[in-house]
């Protein structure tokens, strides 16, 4: 502590001294001093102060002095990133600031107030200067209830015979809060000095200079006040004890000077402290404090436990303090805090001290906590870090095991203020040496608000990020964004789960994890924790169930068995004592029934490995199926995998009879899977409904289930259907598997159906099925390898194919799902009616389709078309190509050669004779208006080739009749779009072309030429 003068301690003042001694200071190198500017660039995190603090500008007395405080904003034209007071930046500079105690909008409230009836923590980060025993003077963190409230300040007082007293605010060794008188050597007059400090108060001292050295010069000039001593810390009070451990308590000076050394960049010039104070709950004349000093980086991270400069050191004694020194009022708890500061002292270097503000308790009072939890033991796990302070502690209380499900928490509590925290950035740095990977419902943890039970929201592993912690190292982060923290919402939990993972080692090994690096940012809230350090050991006791112990069908009447073998992974020796086992049973469905068994299990001394054998009395489960989860633990609190057993009980035996056992596809219908269930001795059944369950395995291990729930019919029946039975043609194969109908099951290869009846919880039984389907390649072939005409981008298109399986299965009607693709278009799937009957051998499977089904490019002559076929079991055929030509003007006729009805000269009478057949006669035309006429001469007698009386005639629907001789039209069309016209199809037996004759020819064949003349109309 320092001031211009002597000082002694009031038994008014409590003053703790937070000073660092120059005794056997050991040799430094001198580093290269920052500037304040780099120190404030360099600022770690705090809290906006807006108008939560007051000070005087100028304190009265025989003279006046400046206030050399000042408030610097973040921003603007200020380095600082946060809000920083300065409390000095010059020489013979002193300063104070204080809480403003009552609300500048309602003085009827309180505002940034300190409560002795309440535990409390002011926490931030400090700068005095760059060099250690040079840099003046220092901060003190103060409390008092000083009848001057905020012009309270250490003043220098002299007495003068002649002249008016000295009396004003002291700079130098004081640090603004002592008092100080001319004697430079002993006191005898504590009042003197104590008279001029901060009156009821309490100090805690940040000194970077020690005040050691003696005043030289004459009686006079010291008289006259031309010269001031600097002997503030080695003073000797009237016992002849030097004041350093007179005034000082007894734990002396909490420092070295290696506090104060490290200032090579701006960043090492900050030191953080935490100053707590907590009521006795018995007595409340007292209070006790305790402070931690230089506990954590400048970004924040907690330096390991065992290197905190804290007082006390033993967190079973603190610190206690007589609050009857600050003469309260009856019923005062609030009194005034704050800080003071100075400059000055002989030798020493005048610069900045500068405070960041952290945490207030009145302003804003939250409470931050993290955890480990071990979800696998069950247990919560201490905090290695924090080990010294417990040095009884067991290994097992900090170690959890390889493989073990963990759980870590954060928590912040809002427990009072006069503000909300703001919305709070949390940046959690996450412990190695664990896998963090989402559970079944992709979580990896969860945020909760209490206030708001629905309020739960989720984490997901794809939040993880890479960051660097403090050790260099790469840890796995996440940037939350947390809701703000008020009276309306108090208290907010991040838990992150994770698993043990210890590094791979064939010995065995304990690993320890170091404790990881957590932020909190927000406007009136900012702070840092640390997540618990442990132990990993690489040990685990492994058990497993006997073979035929595993799944047992019992009876109702009978005890059971669950026996199995327990050894540790590394081979280690069991110690003798007995293990524990533990019994979890569950019903069918997965749900606890609540019942639970322990059994002790004794080990050999030194054996590697252990059997068990866990005995469940008869009738201590009902009729039913169970899963009885059993794990073991050892005395270390080792705790083993957890296995299953699966138990039915039964009165009687279930019996299912399928029909076949195995079945052999031939073709691609549903499998009609039949056969009978019933109860040995042919009982009633138990329960009005059965539950019957079908679990389809497929080649690949895909594995399909359908149940049916029903009343009790004594039948297995359900249809299984192909894997691709029900697709339809908007959807791909490929899509369509990702989530086929849930009875398209079958697929090709060995299925193996597992049947599983239930008489509701009293009995079930199983049997499986084996259905085999062939796994074929299914080919096409085109049978032409000519090009292909089409009349327009919608006309007609033939395939001309033939389908083989290339074995003895058959193809059933609209089983396969074409898919065409145009030159490089999307693909187009449609459904073929091919075949239209069964067919079980290669077979012509050729099919029309219109241009605009399979999409044909109207702006094209020329199209490539690639096409190939599935079957309800997803087989795919090979591709085939079709090149069509797109015309864009068509006109022609299909014609044959065609008869006339024998004539019968029975029956024989004059007039017309009919077509004999099917004359398929057909225009084909595309943007094409047409005209046909028919011309024919008179029937040649064949033998003879001469003309005979026979002659064709074009008779119309109105039964007019015109000789081909004249050349009669006989059909047009004006439609332009593309079109097929059957004209034989329109004419019945009594019209269109007939053969005319009026008298019975003679015996023979008849020959002729009809000319077509077809031409397009305008």
């Not at 603007?76 to 809000?83: E, L, T």
């Not at 049916?708 to 359900?718: E, G, L, P, Y």
């Not at 389709?849 to 999409?855: E, V």
């Not at 001469?946 to 006989?970: E, G, R, W």
């Amino acid at each position: 502590m320092k001031h211009q003068g002597t000082k002694y301690k009031s038994f008014l003042l409590i003053m703790f001294f937070f000073t660092l001694m120059t005794f056997f200071m050991p040799s430094t190198t001198v580093q290269a001093v920052p500037s304040d500017d780099d120190v404030l660039k360099a600022a770690p995190s705090g809290m906006k102060l807006g108008n939560l603090f007051e000070y005087p500008t100028t304190y009265t007395g025989s003279k006046t002095v400046n206030n050399s405080v000042q408030v610097r904003t973040a921003g603007g034209s200020n380095p600082n990133p946060v809000d920083v007071i300065q409390m000095t930046n010059g020489d013979k500079q002193v300063s104070s600031i204080w809480g403003r105690k009552t609300n500048p909008d309602d003085s009827s409230k309180d505002y940034n107030y300190f409560d002795l009836s309440k535990e409390q923590t002011i926490s931030g980060w400090i700068y005095v200067g760059p060099t250690y025993n040079v840099s003046g003077d220092g901060i003190t963190l103060v409390l008092q209830n000083d009848d001057n409230g905020i012009n309270a300040i250490g003043r220098y007082h002299k007495d003068n015979l002649l002249l008016s007293d000295d009396d004003y605010a002291a700079s130098g060794e004081s640090l603004g809060v002592y008092g100080s008188t001319d004697s430079q050597f002993t006191t005898t007059d504590p009042s003197q000095l104590s008279s001029s400090a901060i009156q009821n108060s309490f100090a805690l001292e940040f000194d970077s200079f020690r005040n050691d050295s003696v005043v030289t010069g004459s009686a006079i000039d010291l008289a006259m006040g031309n010269i001031k001593d600097s002997y503030f810390d080695n003073l000797l009070d009237s016992q002849n004890t030097a004041e350093t451990k007179g005034q000082h308590v007894a734990w002396s000076y909490p420092a070295d000077s290696g506090t104060y050394e490290k200032t090579a960049t701006g960043k090492d010039a900050w030191h953080h402290f935490s100053f707590t104070y907590k009521p006795d709950t018995d007595d409340s004349n007292y209070g006790y404090i305790s402070y931690v000093y230089n506990d954590r980086e400048n970004d924040g991270t907690v330096k390991p436990y065992r290197t905190w400069d804290k007082r006390p050191r033993d967190s079973d004694s603190p610190i206690k303090i007589d609050l009857r020194k600050f003469n309260l009022k009856d019923g005062q708890t609030k009194i005034r805090w704050g800080f003071t500061s100075s400059t000055g002292s002989p030798n020493s270097t005048p610069g900045s001290n500068d405070i960041i503000v952290e945490k207030i308790p009145s302003v804003l009072n939250v409470l931050d906590q993290s955890g480990l939890y071990d979800v696998t033991q069950g247990r919560n796990i201490k905090d290695l870090d924090h080990r010294a302070a417990n040095p009884t502690d067991d290994d097992k209380d900090y170690t959890v095991d390889d493989g073990d499900k963990l759980a870590f928490t954060y928590n912040l509590n809002y427990s009072s203020g006069i503000t909300g925290t703001g919305d709070i950035k949390a940046k959690i740095q996450l412990p190695q040496n664990v896998l963090y990977q989402n559970d079944d419902n992709n979580h990896i943890g969860e945020i909760d608000y209490t206030d708001d039970p629905n309020s739960k929201t989720y984490i997901d592993a794809s939040q993880l990020s890479t960051t660097t912690n403090a050790e260099g190292d790469d840890v796995q982060t996440l940037n939350l964004d947390l809701s703000a923290l008020s009276e309306k919402n108090t208290n907010v939990k991040v838990t992150i789960y994770g698993t043990a993972n210890a590094p791979t080692s064939n010995t065995l090994k304990t690993t320890t994890v170091n404790p990881e690096h957590t932020s909190y940012k927000s406007d009136y809230y900012n702070n840092d924790v640390m997540s618990y350090g442990f132990m990993i050991t690489n040990e685990r006791l492994q058990i497993a169930a006997d073979k035929d112990s595993e799944t047992q069908k019992v009876k109702l009447s009978d005890d059971f068995n669950l026996t199995g073998t327990a050894k540790y992974l590394m081979s280690s020796k069991f110690n003798g004592d007995d293990l524990s086992a533990y019994g979890e049973i569950y019903d069918k469905d997965g749900n606890d029934t609540d019942l639970k068994s322990t059994w002790t299990v004794p080990v050999a001394k030194d054996s590697t490995t252990g059997d068990f054998s866990l005995n469940i009395p008869k009738e201590t489960l009902d009729v039913g199926t169970y899963k009885i989860k059993v794990h073991l633990t050892d005395s270390n609190d080792l705790v083993s995998n957890t296995i299953t057993y699966n138990i039915t009980v039964t009165k009687n035996e279930l019996i299912i009879t399928p029909d076949k056992t195995d079945i052999t596809v031939n073709d691609n219908k549903p499998v009609d899977l039949t056969g009978s269930y019933k109860y040995s001795d042919n009982a009633d059944f138990q329960d009005k409904n059965v539950t019957k369950t079908y679990e389809i395995t497929n080649a690949n291990g895909t594995t399909h289930k359908l149940t049916q729930t029903m009343a009790h019919d004594k039948k297995i029946d359900v249809d299984l259907k192909p894997i691709a039975y029900d697709q339809s043609p908007d959807q791909t194969l490929s899509d369509y598997l990702k989530n086929p109908k849930s009875d398209n099951v079958l697929a090709e290869g060995k299925n193996v159906v597992k049947i599983t009846v239930q008489d509701g919880t009293y009995a079930s039984a199983e049997t499986t099925v084996n259905i085999n389907v062939p796994k074929l390649s299914p080919t096409i072939t085109k049978t032409t390898s000519n090009g292909i005409n089409v009349l327009g981008p919608t006309g007609k298109v033939h395939f001309p194919i033939d389908f083989s399986y290339g074995s003895d299965y058959t193809l059933n009607p609209n089983e396969l799902i074409g898919v065409f693709t145009v030159d490089q278009q999307d693909p187009v799937s449609l459904k073929i009616n091919n075949p239209t009957t069964a067919q079980n051998s290669s077979f012509d499977m050729s099919f029309d389709l219109a241009g605009n089904q399979i999409n044909l490019p109207s702006d094209k002559n020329s199209a490539t078309v690639t096409l190939y076929f599935t079957d309800p079991y997803g087989r795919k055929t090979n591709t085939e190509s079709f090149n069509l030509s797109i015309l864009s003007y068509a006109l022609e006729l299909d014609f044959n050669n065609y008869r006339f009805q024998t004539i019968d000269p029975k029956t024989f009478e004059a007039g017309y004779i009919k077509r004999s057949g099917d004359w398929d006669l057909n225009v084909t035309s595309y943007k094409a208006s047409w005209v046909l006429k028919a011309e024919a001469d008179n029937l040649d007698y064949e033998s003879t080739q001469q003309p005979s009386n026979l002659s064709m005639a074009y008779v119309n629907k109105d039964d007019l009749a015109t000789a081909l001789q004249s050349n009669p039209q006989i059909a047009k069309s004006d439609k332009m779009e593309a079109q097929t016209v059957d004209i034989s199809d329109q004419w019945n037996s009594d019209n269109g072309i007939l053969l005319k004759t009026n008298t019975l020819p003679k015996q023979g064949d008849y020959t002729g030429t009809i000319h077509w003349n077809l031409t397009e109309s305008l």
